[in-house]
T-cell receptor
Framework: KAGVTQTPRYLIKTRGQQVTLSCSPI?????VSWYQQTPGQGLQFLFE???????NKGNFPGRFSGRQFSNSRSEMNVSTLELGDSALYLC?????????????FGPGTRLTVL | AQTVTQSQPEMSVQEAETVTLSCTYD???????LFWYKQPPSRQMILVIR??????QNATENRFSVNFQKAAKSFSLKISDSQLGDTAMYFC????????????FGQGTRLTINP
């Protein structure tokens, strides 16, 4: 089985622009979660999508949004980019059902905001 | 809200030695999961080991084992016979047993295995 894939792997944007990141989960996985990793704040949960619905959301401003498609692929959008949005964005997918399913992480998208 | 604390920002040991990484957490829940994740320089986050809070027996995965002290809210990772490939950032993480399946991470410990 192919792992979680994220595109693009690297991205450079300027302040005020918007950006869209993509995540393709492992085949059969219906849940996708997004995390932001920065040196200062560490790893923080952004949101989780399951069956095209946002189930949970972390403490991030409304500039951060996402969606999930019927094939479980997910996109994350950040509008009006700020310097502080520079980070590694990780997505993780898991199978649905049961009380616990391991989250498998993708390689991440490195976003640099200039 | 749950918090996870890793008090050792960096550690360094010689190959084949045993090393223990510390983690403490705070929660009011009685059932939850605890994890250790490894993030090598390639940045791919990999699950090392998982512990269910309702299980008294400490989890073990080959050279990796944990010391789970529920009352003390402590969850340390022991790596035996360390190898060069163990060099990575290690993150301790918490997840509620029910509700949001989100991981709450500690700040990480950078572990270097020297030849």
């Amino acid at each position: 089985k192919a792992g979680v894939t994220q595109t693009p792997r690297y991205l450079i944007k300027t302040r005020g622009q918007q950006v869209t990141l993509s995540c393709s989960p492992i085949s059969g996985h219906r849940s996708v979660s997004w995390y932001q990793q920065t040196p200062g704040q560490g790893l923080q949960f952004l949101f989780e999508y399951f069956s095209e619905t946002q189930r949970n959301k972390g403490n991030f401003p409304g500039r951060f949004s996402g969606r999930q498609f019927s094939n479980s692929r997910s996109e994350m959008n950040v509008s009006t980019l700020e310097l502080g949005d520079s980070a590694l964005y990780l997505c993780a997918s898991r199978a649905a059902g049961g009380s616990y399913n391991e989250q498998f992480f993708g390689p991440g998208t490195r976003l640099t905001v200039l | 809200a749950q918090t996870v604390t890793q008090s050792q920002p960096e550690m360094s040991v010689q190959e084949a030695e045993t090393v223990t990484l510390s983690c403490t957490y705070d929660t009011s829940e009685s059932n939850y999961y605890l994890f250790w994740y490894k993030q090598p320089p390639s940045r791919q986050m990999i699950l090392v080991i998982r512990q269910e809070a309702y299980k008294q027996q400490n989890a073990t995965e080959n050279r990796f084992s944990v010391n789970f002290q529920k009352a003390a809210k402590s969850f340390s990772l022991k790596i035996s016979d360390s190898q060069l490939g163990d060099t990575a950032m290690y993150f301790c993480a918490f997840m509620s047993f029910q509700g949001a399946q989100k991981l709450v991470f500690g700040q990480g410990t950078r572990l270097t295995i020297n030849p």
